[in-house]
């Protein structure tokens, strides 16, 4: 094909995958001259949308693209999330919370948490999350944005992210796409033209006979893969030894109970149930594995464990834990469920989206589609799901429980090599290993295998150089001007209040 600057591009499918990709395009091309941008979607077909949860990477994006938190936050009905919180997954009755942010303070050099397991060698036992301003607030239903200008308060080491309706994210970024060039079309696509020789995407033909023709063409169409899967036959790779929960069963319910600013993660006899607090109303899910539960029972066990009355019936989803082994191939590069899946339990499912896109603008192509840059798309879009799928196995292999068949599957995983390595790392010495800046910090690895029971066989020597009377008066401290600090922020209510994003009550939905 010539070299030519790509002139048309075609956003198969809308929902968060489609308008994300929609809003950040024309908003870093849009100027761009004769581009133009055009989304399919059909009012039809829903989308898979039940309720979103975040990571603090999100707000780059929400950067990126100019958007006014106060106004995202009060748009989408969002809450603030500082972190996610795990239940029952060591064993019955145990808890603890992967935070966003950072650990106390590092000292001598070294980080903080090797001074933590020397202090529990000197009988201090104070859990992790009590070193974690991000933990300690949540679970006091506290927030405030993190203060990078004050550097010696806890509140310079908060990361935060958000909660929010799916459905009202995607049209929130529908109206900014719009407003900056972007057509949709309103359709349903029955039939794809490919170039005999090449195989290439040419255009898509909808059910009315209309025909939509493209250079570059962006497959959200979620599971259903229309372009890269079905069309250009890209195989699915598929993880569901490693991670076997291929259901999930949704149901909405009335405002009850605490809206603590953090998802919750409660591990249920043969999979895990998800709890993410809106403002206008709780999100639930039950993912679980077939292989080890029924559906009837599945649902049974949700309906049992609301908060509130349920909103809406049961959305019974399906899904193979994986991902196509090429997220772009010719002229389709895709975006979401329709480039692969990965059980949302630490919230990844936008965050793909956003890399995937950050990377296609990276190497947006010329009507030449380079190969060279298609591969190295390829080979980091792959590393971005390996490194989500070993840090998902680590929930599932560390835990002692034995209740049911499910978790002794589980328990005796064979983990993969990356997460091997991490495992034997920390068993020995304490220490955390991150690899080609993947996108769990050493935070998100310490909480996790700390969280969940994994003793560490050491720590660095150089945290054995306090004086122990010195050690324990620092370890003491911190965990003091964290409570300080919590006792000084507002409730996240009041501060949604103070902001001017709460919604207005009358959208509260209560039982």
Request: net charge negative; charged share 20%; proline share 5%.
């Given at each position: ?94 808890r603890y919370v992967h935070p966003f942010g950072f650990y106390g303070i590092d000292m001598l050099g070294i980080e903080f948490h090797h001074f933590w397991l020397k202090g529990r060698e000197l009988g201090d036992m104070a ?191 399906r899904f193979t834990a994986g991902h196509r082994v090429k997220g772009w191939d010719k002229n389709v590069v895709a975006l979401g469920l329709a480039g692969g899946f990965l059980e949302p339990l630490e919230s990844t499912a ?162």
């Amino acid at each position: 094909m010539s070299s030519q600057p790509i002139r048309e591009v075609v956003i198969v499918g809308g929902g968060t995958a489609g308008w994300m990709a929609a809003a950040a395009i024309s908003k870093i091309m849009g100027a761009f001259p004769g581009l133009s941008i055009r989304l399919i979607e059909s009012e039809a077909i829903g989308t898979v949308g039940v309720g979103e949860a975040t990571i603090p990477q999100i707000n780059q994006f929400n950067k990126l693209l100019g958007i006014n938190e106060n106004e995202f936050v009060r748009q989408t009905h969002a809450t603030y999330k500082l972190g996610i919180e795990f239940v029952d997954w060591t064993h019955l009755g145990d808890r603890y919370v992967h935070p966003f942010g950072f650990y106390g303070i590092d000292m001598l050099g070294i980080e903080f948490h090797h001074f933590w397991l020397k202090g529990r060698e000197l009988g201090d036992m104070a859990m992790l999350d009590e070193y974690s301003i991000g933990a300690m607030a949540g679970k006091a239903n506290k927030f405030f944005w993190p203060q990078a200008d004050q550097p010696n308060s806890p509140l310079a080491r908060l990361g935060y992210a958000f909660q929010f309706d799916a459905g009202r994210y995607a049209r929130f970024l529908r109206g900014m796409a719009e407003g900056q060039g972007v057509t949709r079309i309103e359709g349903r696509i029955n039939e794809v033209e490919q170039d005999p020789e090449s195989g290439f995407v040419k255009a898509v033909k909808l059910e009315n006979g209309e025909r939509v023709s493209g250079e570059l063409f962006i497959d959200c169409s979620g599971f259903r893969s229309l372009l890269l899967g079905q069309t250009l036959g890209v195989d699915f790779k598929d993880w569901s030894k490693w991670l076997p929960c291929d259901r999930a069963v949704a149901i909405p319910c009335t405002t009850a109970g605490d809206r603590e600013p953090l998802t919750r993660s409660t591990a249920r006899s043969a999979g895990w149930q998800w709890r993410i607090p809106l403002q206008h109303r709780i999100g639930n899910g039950h993912v679980y594995a077939s292989s080890f539960m029924e559906q009837d029972e599945a649902t049974e066990l949700l309906l049992a464990n609301l908060d509130g009355e349920p909103l809406a019936e049961p959305n019974q989803l399906r899904f193979t834990a994986g991902h196509r082994v090429k997220g772009w191939d010719k002229n389709v590069v895709a975006l979401g469920l329709a480039g692969g899946f990965l059980e949302p339990l630490e919230s990844t499912a936008i965050h793909l989206v956003q890399a995937g896109i950050a990377r296609l603008m990276a190497y947006f192509p010329t009507t030449a589609f380079t190969q060279t840059e298609i591969d190295h798309f390829n080979a980091e879009t792959e590393q971005d799901y390996i490194d989500i799928r070993d840090f998902l196995v680590l929930h599932y292999k560390a835990t002692t429980r034995d209740d049911s068949e499910f978790w002794n599957y589980c328990r005796n995983l064979e983990p993969p090599d990356g997460l091997k390595e991490k495992l034997e790392m920390f068993r020995s010495s304490g220490r955390v290993i991150r690899n080609h800046n993947e996108l769990f910090t050493e935070t998100s690895w310490l909480s996790v295998m700390a969280g969940q029971g994994i003793e560490p066989g050491g720590y660095h020597p150089v945290a054995g150089m306090l004086p122990e009377e010195e050690l324990l008066k620092r370890l003491a401290h911190v965990r003091q001007v964290i409570q300080q600090a919590v006792g000084q922020m507002p409730t996240q209510e009041d501060f949604l209040q103070s902001q001017g994003s709460a919604i207005d009550p009358s959208q509260h939905v209560t039982a």
